[in-house]
């Protein structure tokens, strides 16, 4: 004889709920306790980085070194001494009385026995960097005989390296060669930053300046500034796709001046770009073709300035991971400045073969090593290894053909 147990509706229905709700728990709290954990992670991380950077500050004894000049537009104070900052970096910075980027502070006589060279560019050349591992320190490290000036600037482009010079001139600051590194951005400088105030050479900044910023480097300079570590571990990710080749992901735009690898600023050597924008958009007024069209006649001014006095002129042309990616070693930076070089330049030396060939020595399966190698991850400028290039590019030309003492102009004096 069988027997039947019925469950009443009410009964089921009671049970159907409560493995609803179970399910519906199970699925809720790891949820939330994944947003605490971030909501605490980001706590911390914000006060962590507040007090880093409060721990980091300069000392009150320590002040910028930068002013304001009615020639330059901008320069360096003599005998100045400060902690700067590049991106996460930290470094000592010197100038001289020359008010020029130095291993330390001192004082640079009007004359050297030893033969004495001005090198002039750009940030470049002035070194985002500790000066041990800029390329002027390194050269200034590895050739003890001779006497090196760092002229260099951040946004100094031909218009400045002529009034460098003269400046120095006019000193009487004796000079035996000038090297001027030739920077990919001193078009655009030239086409819309720099203005002439009158025959002088004397220049002026933009009238107006026009920036496109695009949300996610906004979004990013935001963490790096308030989150360190949250920042590190978005970076790790970056590295890893910039190291694989991945150069347009969102990660390479992260720079606030746009991306790295297709910058407005070095693009006009492969493709065309912005003309009708001010800077740094783009190159208005002037354009591409008059900015290098200023940057030839204001070279050509240095060069007849040196000429009549005997002091030979050099050139060596840089490039940025734009000209990595999409140029070649035969770029139209380098044609321009071969053929000016042509009869005027002592030595002329171009970066794009050691920079290329660096490329091409990383692994298949890493394309994109030589960015991390050598350059800022994030930015333009070169880190240790870059520079190693660049000094290792200048030594050998000044190995090869050793610059020498005017000796006529130190009997004169003397």
Not at 101 to 118: A, F, M, Q, S
Not at 132 to 160: E, K
Not at 280 to 295: M, N, R
Request: overall charge neutral; some cysteine.
């Amino acid at each position: 004889m069988s027997s039947t147990i019925q469950v009443s509706p009410k009964a089921e229905g009671s049970g159907s709920k409560y493995q609803r709700r179970q399910r519906l728990m199970n699925l809720v709290l790891p949820i939330v306790g994944l947003a605490l954990g971030a909501a605490v992670f980001l706590t911390l991380d914000w006060f962590r980085t507040a007090a880093i950077q409060r721990s980091s500050a300069p000392s009150g004894g320590l002040t910028a070194c930068e002013v304001r000049d009615p020639v330059r537009h901008h320069a360096f104070k003599p005998n100045c001494a400060i902690i700067d900052r590049w991106g996460s970096d930290s470094y000592e910075f010197f100038t001289n009385s020359l008010g020029f980027r130095d291993e330390k502070i001192r004082e640079v006589p009007l004359t050297d026995p030893r033969p004495r060279i001005l090198i002039l560019g750009d940030s470049m050349t002035e070194g985002k960097l500790a000066w041990r591992d800029s390329y002027v320190g390194r050269v200034t490290a590895q050739l003890p005989q001779y006497d090196f000036l760092n002229g260099g600037s951040w946004g100094y482009s031909p218009s400045n390296y002529l009034n460098v010079t003269r400046m120095v001139l006019a000193k009487g600051v004796d000079i035996d060669e000038v090297i001027v590194l030739i920077d990919i951005t001193d078009v655009e400088d030239e086409a819309a930053f720099y203005r002439d105030v009158d025959t002088s050479g004397a220049v002026i900044g933009p009238a107006r300046e026009r920036w496109n910023i695009s949300w996610y480097p906004k979004w990013r300079f935001r963490i790096a500034r308030h989150l360190a570590l949250t920042n590190y571990m978005f970076e790790v990710f970056d590295r890893f796709l910039v190291r694989h080749g991945y150069y347009y992901s969102l990660a390479a735009s992260a720079n606030p001046f746009g991306n790295p690898f297709d910058m407005e600023y070095s693009a006009w050597t492969y493709r065309k770009v912005n003309e009708t924008d001010p800077f740094p958009a783009g190159y208005a007024p002037l354009g591409v073709e008059g900015g290098i069209a200023k940057e030839k006649a204001k070279m050509t001014l240095l060069w007849q300035e040196l000429e009549k006095r005997n002091i030979p002129l050099s050139i060596v042309v840089d490039l940025h991971p734009a000209q990595m990616v999409h140029d070649t070693a035969d770029s139209r930076q380098v044609r321009i400045w071969r053929e000016w070089c042509d009869g005027k330049c002592k030595r002329f030396i171009s970066l794009f073969p050691a920079f290329l060939a660096a490329k091409d020595r990383c692994p298949r399966n890493e394309p994109g090593c030589w960015y991390l190698n050598l350059f800022v991850f994030g930015d333009v400028h070169y880190n240790a290894g870059g520079n190693a290039l660049v000094a290792n590019a200048v030594i050998e030309s000044l190995a090869e053909e050793p610059p020498t003492k005017r000796q006529s102009e130190i009997s004169g004096r003397d």
